[in-house]
């Protein structure tokens, strides 16, 4: 069964975007870029929610024609066209880019969702996300803690009762000081 990957990047303070929806504060260089080419290119689809979508949207479908975009920029232009998305959103909504739109996130139909075949499934989107791990629907969570403080913006996970148990399963820390921490869900530990 394929597994559903919540990948997101956050600041040391816990937000995914400061106050402005801005994230000129990522520390994506060559290496994480290319890591994040790999990694998303063995998934067989991205779910996303409106805003993440639309912010792929705005630069990736042509970013490979940008003469001045380095080789890994083109490849994961590439690897972002091609690969099916499925955007969950209630605003319309094309659907350019090999992407479906659904309404809302239905817990019985993400579970069929990972019982067809191919890859992994990538989430991202903050909204999105908290959704899905109130659905309890997230597998794995590949969260890449960038070395700043921002002070403010979209947290990354929003306050809620529900504890969730969660395993560390690997670490990577990237020569731009970005540390990858890798945890799967807890089924059978206690907290």
Known sequence: ????VLMMSVSLDG??????????????DEELH???NEEISRFGALLDGRVTHELMAAYWPTA??????TPTEAEFARIWRDIPKIVYSRSPERSDWNT???REVVPEEVRALKEEPGGDLGLGGADLAATFLRHDLVDE????????LIGGGTPLFPKTD???????????????????????RD?????
């Open 64 to 69: 490979d024609q940008d003469p001045a975009a």
């Open 34 to 36: 290319q890591h994040f």
């Open 162 to 184: 529900t504890l969730t148990a969660l395993r560390l399963t690997g670490t990577r820390t990237f020569g731009n000081g970005v540390v990858l921490l890798r945890y799967e």
């Open 100 to 102: 479906t739109v659904v």
């Open 1 to 4: 069964m394929r597994k559903i």
């Open 141 to 148: 969570l590949r969260i890449y803690v960038h070395p700043v």
């Open 15 to 28: 937000y995914i975007e400061g106050p402005d929806r801005e994230i000129g504060w990522h520390r994506v």
């Open 187 to 191: 089924t059978g530990g206690q907290v």
